[in-house]
């Protein structure tokens, strides 16, 4: 079993819809918690860092971490062309050095 | 625009030969990563550096080799290159005490 789940989509969407990104986990002890958008030819850039559980908001942009059940979202509201991409979720451990990420979600945003 | 530079960006080769990816940021970031990212699939570690003359092997063992002389460079060569070694292969870079790489383009390598 993997431990970081993302569906890889794609997931299509007319502009201005909400779009939710998700992943599951199984190891408790992460605690550190990015997503990452990743152009088509392109390496991935940070887009959202969140620590343990809660909210996180920038911009159109919300992260949301639910320790309880080892699930995190993020939210990209009013959705554009540009938004267009692949996002991977990735996360560590507090006490660990490697970062694991997950397969990534491809999103097509219509214009 | 990041600050992390990867060449080649593409390349085609053939089996057997040697080649070396560059890797080069301008950030003065101590650790550095070597990525391997196939379609659909997440990115496996390769090769990690802490720093000067620290090299560590990650979780995948793609017989390949690195190495760290200055803090700005971080090449991987691979000795003799095999169809299995296709893929694209990013390095990122990251300060320590602070979450999230930056990474460079990639390098699209094909062995044919």
């Known amino acids: 079993q993997k431990e970081v789940e993302q569906d890889p989509g794609p997931l299509s969407v007319p502009e201005g819809a909400i779009v939710s990104l998700n992943c599951t986990y199984s190891?408790?002890?992460?605690?550190?918690f990015m997503w990452y958008r990743q152009y088509s030819r392109k390496g991935p850039e940070l887009l959202m860092y969140?620590?343990?559980?809660g909210n996180k908001e920038d911009g159109r942009f919300t992260a949301q971490v639910d320790k309880s059940s080892k699930y995190i979202s993020l939210f990209i509201r009013d959705s554009q062309p540009s938004d267009s991409a692949t996002y991977l979720c990735a996360m560590r451990d507090t006490g660990g050095f490697k970062t694991i990420f997950g397969a990534g979600t491809r999103l097509f945003v219509k214009a | 625009e990041a600050d992390i530079y990867q060449t080649p960006r593409y390349l085609v080769i053939g089996t057997g030969k040697k080649i070396t990816l560059e890797c080069s940021q301008t950030?003065?970031?101590?650790?550095m990563y070597w990525y391997q990212q196939d379609p659909g699939m997440e990115l496996h570690l390769i090769h990690y550096s802490y720093g000067v003359n620290s090299t560590e092997k990650g979780d995948l063992s793609s017989e390949s080799t690195v190495s760290r002389i200055r803090t700005e460079h971080f090449p991987l060569t691979l000795e003799s290159a095999r169809p299995s070694h296709t893929s694209q292969y990013l390095c990122a870079s990251s300060v320590p005490g602070r979450d999230g790489y930056t990474f460079g383009s990639g390098t699209r390598l094909t062995v044919v």
């Open positions: 969140t620590y343990s559980s």
């Open positions: 190891n408790s002890a992460f605690q550190y």
């Open positions: 950030m003065g970031h101590d650790k």
